[in-house]
């Protein structure tokens, strides 16, 4: 199973990216996916969260901002970043059904 995260790069304060997740291999079907971020010297960190359960999940520094998608027939997920910080500036990684990370994706914003 290969994940492939892209999407990221260089945006100014308040712009907009939105990074995607694409799952290859014998994943089977997804039923969980998340988005997390590493900023320099901290630890990885949740973003957001898709499941078969219920509504998306969020972090509260994202929410309102951030939206989470995923087309399970294609085995990939989105995630649309709007209005974005510099304190939104990481390394953003995709996880599928909790087993599986994408390399990471840079994010960096300017102010």
């Known amino acids: 199973v290969q994940l492939q995260a892209s999407g990221g790069g260089l945006v100014q304060a308040g712009g907009s990216l939105r990074l995607s997740c694409a799952a290859s291999?014998?994943?089977?079907?997804?039923?969980?996916v998340g988005w997390y971020r590493q900023a320099p010297g901290k630890q990885r960190e949740f973003v957001a969260l898709s499941s078969n359960l219920g509504n998306p999940l969020y972090a509260d520094s994202v929410k309102g901002r951030f939206t989470i998608s995923r087309d399970n027939a294609k085995n990939n997920a989105s995630l649309q970043m709007n209005n974005l910080t510099p304190e939104d500036t990481a390394v953003y990684y995709c996880n599928v059904n909790i087993a599986y990370w994408g390399e990471g994706t840079q994010v960096t914003v300017s102010s």
């Open positions: 291999g014998s994943i089977g079907s997804i039923s969980v």
